[in-house]
């Protein structure tokens, strides 16, 4: 909707976004052009490299540096006939996003010239001037060397004229300081410990592979309108803005049809997602005006995440070219659904074998059951660390404040998944398991049917559900790195496994029949992990006094949800499984409280600043103007009569100075509670202040400006409302 105020040239653009060119050839066929993928690497490595490249990257064998040499030399080759002018590390620093330091590929030859170079120990490690990158103490300034180093599971690609090289980041002193290091730890640590689970069944397997789809929520605003927005140009989000008075209500949005620009502008982002390997499927609008989402078929959980830290980057870069800003933000509006990722989440077998698919056979059955129950039971072990893992001031915004998904991690399974657990449970392992040599064993069980849950079965309250073969973990933050949520995920899930083997073992070597020894481990486990299973209203707040009664986790505050990452048993789960270490532990908390205050601390600044210098000037000019009509009233009419013409006006002056009088008040105390803030030096301490004293200020004052908004005279008011916002057309 354009305004008098703020004229879109919604025409010129919409008539531009006809003109995006696009390639003529069909997906398949660009599909992965600026990726060194396996075809190039075969054609521009040599046949020996090339073998021991792929076995590194489907073993994570070491590669000598000798064959990196190798490497470097057929990427920089195919990287120069791409036209790539540069190269950069490409790593995933722990305040979000991605970073990269872009340098050529030319050297000295000697001879006073130049050569295109690029060596193996460019591509293996680099030290990237990388110390402002938060570290949580971890590299004092004097130490403050942080090294990358090439991930050959993830390939290679282009972007623009730079050649990126996924890496790892580390410090010196050997400490993971991004997403990464310890994402590809939990990998290894799921697949060792579910390959020696899934051996019970069948001793063929020999890798488990762990995979991510993820679904990304954003938002589209137009260029112009967003440039008149300083809160959603510093921040990301609206500080301030009275809902619009149409907003969701209709859900008219969702899977409406995409209007031409937006349309215009997926199409092009879809090409270029694909042109960069990112296997892109589905897009459609969202259930909030402006609000869309794009999904990927789902890859290897690492590779996964690198594309969706691309997309990230990418997409931005293709909505400024259709004059759009895209919001990734978890709560840009107030009022409407925020966004969020969710992240699809798998295991699978090197001989085929989906893990949490239910099978044909009772064997299949068991193995699937198997997963499923012991993947609960990490959840319910670790719920408050999960929450914890996809827990920041962004995110915050939606978890526990009344939209999805709640604060309180439960799993949802529907009801035929439901009885087959319940009827496991109350069953004995004799009657439930009959083992019998000829024809392997039966399960007393119902047969479980193939395809479990329709979609009219899925509820779409609960943080982790079961989708038929897979969990989708739905509380991941829009703007969050997923390797976050994994890493705690697939490690939970390892610490399980391991633990459920050893059980196994144990009581197999008691003589007792391996299918009678699993499911009478299961059956406790079921019995253990019921807390956590929860089929209703995850937004309700019965929902809340029973989880609590339950023993589940329920903290609602950020900070407070972080110390989550340091309990004994979480310092336990990670380091038993070779993932994270304390001092590592420690560092990423402190990191977490720190960008939490400094996300907070902004925000406030420009409300602030926004409240001062646009809200009250305006509010103010405006009371002096229906000051001087009520003034001119008596100038006119006999006292009787413009008292009573005058007091209309006179009701909205006064309203307008008690909401003036609470902004300004709340502003100087908001201001006083910063400094209060500020001057505490324990990052905890200083986040749960932010939490408790600031965060509650900015509410209230953003309630008397919004009262403000629905006063002043339109023509007046500076800011983008939020119908102008948010109805793309
Ligand atoms: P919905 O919005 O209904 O949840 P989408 O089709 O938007 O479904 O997204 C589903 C996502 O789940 C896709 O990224 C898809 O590739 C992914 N997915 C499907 N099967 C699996 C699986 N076994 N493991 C991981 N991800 C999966
Ligand atoms: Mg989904």
Request: net charge negative; glycine share 6%.
């Amino acid at each position: 909707m354009t305004s008098l105020r703020f004229k879109v040239v919604d025409e010129a653009i919409r008539r531009k976004a006809k003109e995006v060119a696009l390639p003529a050839e069909r997906p398949s066929e660009y599909f992965g052009m600026y990726v060194f993928n396996r075809d190039r690497m075969r054609k521009y490595l040599p046949k020996n490299v090339y073998v021991a490249l792929v076995d590194t990257m489907e073993n994570r064998t070491p590669l000598s540096r000798e064959l990196a040499m190798n490497v470097a030399a057929g990427m920089k080759q195919w990287a120069l006939e791409m036209g790539a002018t540069h190269y950069t590390h490409w790593f995933q620093p722990l305040n979000g996003g991605t970073a990269e330091k872009h340098d050529a590929f030319v050297e000295h030859d000697g001879h006073g010239g130049m050569i295109e170079e690029f060596s193996g120990k460019l591509l293996i490690q680099q030290e990237p001037d990388a110390s402002s990158f938060p570290n949580g103490g971890i590299r004092n300034t004097f130490e403050a060397r942080g090294y990358s180093a090439w991930d050959p599971t993830s390939p290679a690609f282009i972007v623009g004229t730079t050649l990126c090289i996924p890496t790892v980041f580390i410090a010196y002193t050997g400490e993971a300081l991004d997403f990464k290091t310890p994402l590809l730890k939990s990998i290894v640590a799921v697949d060792k410990a579910a390959t020696s689970v899934c051996r019970l069944f069948d001793p063929n397997v020999r890798k488990v592979t762990s995979f991510l789809g993820w679904e990304q929520e954003y938002f589209l605003v137009d260029e112009g309108l967003w440039a008149a927005r300083p809160d959603l140009i510093l921040t990301g989000r609206t500080l301030m803005g009275h809902e619009s008075a149409k907003n969701q209500q209709l859900e008219d949005h969702y899977f409406g049809s995409i209007p031409t620009r937006v349309a215009a502008f997926m199409k092009e982002l879809d090409v270029e997602l694909l042109k960069l390997g990112i296997p892109v499927k589905t897009r459609h609008n969202e259930v909030a005006p402006n609000q869309f989402e794009l999904a990927p078929i789902y890859e290897e959980a690492n590779l996964a995440n690198d594309h969706n830290l691309l997309l990230m980057s990418v997409i931005h870069r293709v909505a400024r070219k259709h004059s759009f800003r895209c919001l990734l933000h978890e709560k840009p509006f107030k009022g409407i659904n925020g966004s969020g990722k969710h992240n699809n989440w798998s295991l699978g077998t090197d001989t085929g074998v989906n893990l949490f698919s239910p099978g044909k056979t009772p064997k299949d059955n068991l193995l699937f059951i198997t997963f499923l129950v012991n993947t609960i039971m990490a959840v319910y072990r670790y719920n408050g660390l999960l929450k914890a893992s996809v827990m920041s001031a962004t995110n915050a915004h939606r978890l526990g404040a009344n939209e999805a998904p709640p604060a309180i991690i439960s799993v949802f399974l529907g009801r035929q998944l439901n009885e087959v657990l319940d009827k496991i449970e109350a069953s004995t392992s004799e009657e439930a398991i009959t083992v019998d040599d000829k024809a392997g064993f039966k399960l007393g069980i119902a047969h479980i049917p193939e395809l479990l849950l329709d979609n009219t079965d899925r509820n779409r309250t609960s943080p982790f559900a079961f989708t038929g073969n897979r969990f989708e973990f739905r509380a991941v933050g829009s703007s969050a790195n997923c390797g976050g949520a994994l890493t705690v995920l697939n490690t939970a899930v390892a610490a399980q496994l391991k633990l459920f083997r050893r059980q196994i073992d144990e009581l197999s070597a008691t003589g007792m029949p391996i299918e009678k020894a699993i499911f009478t481990v299961l059956r406790d486990y079921i019995r253990e992990c019921k807390p956590v299973r929860f089929d209703g209203n995850g937004y309700s707040d019965a929902w809340k006094q029973e989880a609590r009664e339950r023993g589940l986790d329920t903290e609602t505050s950020a900070p407070l949800i972080f110390d989550r990452f340091l309990t004994q048993e979480s310092i336990e789960l990670f380091t038993s499984m070779g993932v994270l270490s304390k001092v590592e532990l420690e560092a990423r908390t402190e990191v977490e409280w720190e960008t939490y205050t400094k996300k907070i601390q902004i925000e406030a600044r420009v409300l602030g600043d926004l409240a001062m210098n646009h809200i009250l000037p305006v509010a103010s000019r405006y009371q002096s103007m229906l000051l001087d009509k009520v003034a001119k009233f008596g100038e006119i009419f006999p006292a009787d009569e413009a008292k009573q013409l005058a007091e209309q006006d006179r009701l909205l002056i006064v309203k307008l100075a008690e909401h003036m009088k609470e902004v300004q008040r709340q502003v100087e105390e908001m201001v006083e509670a910063r400094k209060v803030a500020n001057r505490i030096a324990d990052e905890r301490a200083k986040a749960i202040e932010y939490h408790d004293k600031v965060l509650p200020l900015m509410e209230s004052i953003r309630y008397h400006i919004d009262k403000l908004e629905l006063i002043v005279d339109n023509e007046m008011w500076t800011l983008p409302k939020y119908r102008e916002l948010l109805f793309l057309k």
